[in-house]
């Protein structure tokens, strides 16, 4: 999940080219419902149109609009990509956006499966710094499970099977040091 953390700047970056693609298309109108709508259903964007990160842009039309004049104008579209960038994004946001396929969907589904427990100041969003500490966290916890099962075998073999007898299988480090004795 290391990549994990950077899928928070990749989402503010594809909805900022997403925005800056659909405001080149349709520069006297700006980016409304209808032109969102339009270069969707155009099979000559099919190729340079992320629809997923326009599919986000157009459910989420009004939210954005944020004074409500029918357009998501470039500062609309900043404070968004700021918001995310320094904030983070929603289980909500994080859902929809990563429906792009632009993202593993192990990955989107460890964070969203964790989503509460990377949220350490629990505001409802998580930023790259959170999923940055969870993943050092989790990868901290695995190499302290992993030497704790080292120990264990290795004792183990140091001391040898005791529930077995005199069966090659018991083998262990010490054997030679007792061998003599035995005979």
Request: charged share 20%; proline share 1%; aromatic share 10%.
């Amino acid at each position: 999940m290391a990549a994990g953390s950077s899928i928070i700047s990749n989402i503010s970056s594809n909805l900022t080219n997403t925005y800056a693609y659909l405001a080149s298309l349709y520069p006297e109108d700006g980016v409304t419902y209808k032109n969102i709508t339009a270069a969707r259903n155009d099979s000559t964007n099919y190729l340079t149109l992320n629809q997923s990160f326009a599919s986000y842009l157009q459910n989420n039309f009004s939210t954005l609009d944020k004074d409500g004049d029918g357009i998501i104008s470039a500062d609309e579209m900043n404070n968004l990509t700021n918001t995310i960038s320094t904030s983070g994004v929603s289980r909500t946001e994080l859902s929809q956006l990563a429906a792009s396929g632009a993202y593993s969907s192990d990955m989107v589904a460890k964070i969203l499966e964790n989503f509460d427990e990377m949220d350490t100041n629990h505001d409802g969003r998580i930023t790259s710094a959170e999923i940055t500490a969870f993943t050092h966290s989790c990868n901290m916890q695995e190499k302290i499970d992993e030497e704790n099962y080292k120990k264990a075998t290795n004792m183990s073999l140091f001391y040898g099977n005791e529930n077995a007898s005199t069966d090659v299988s018991s083998y262990s480090i010490l054997s030679y040091k007792y061998k003599n004795f035995n005979s």
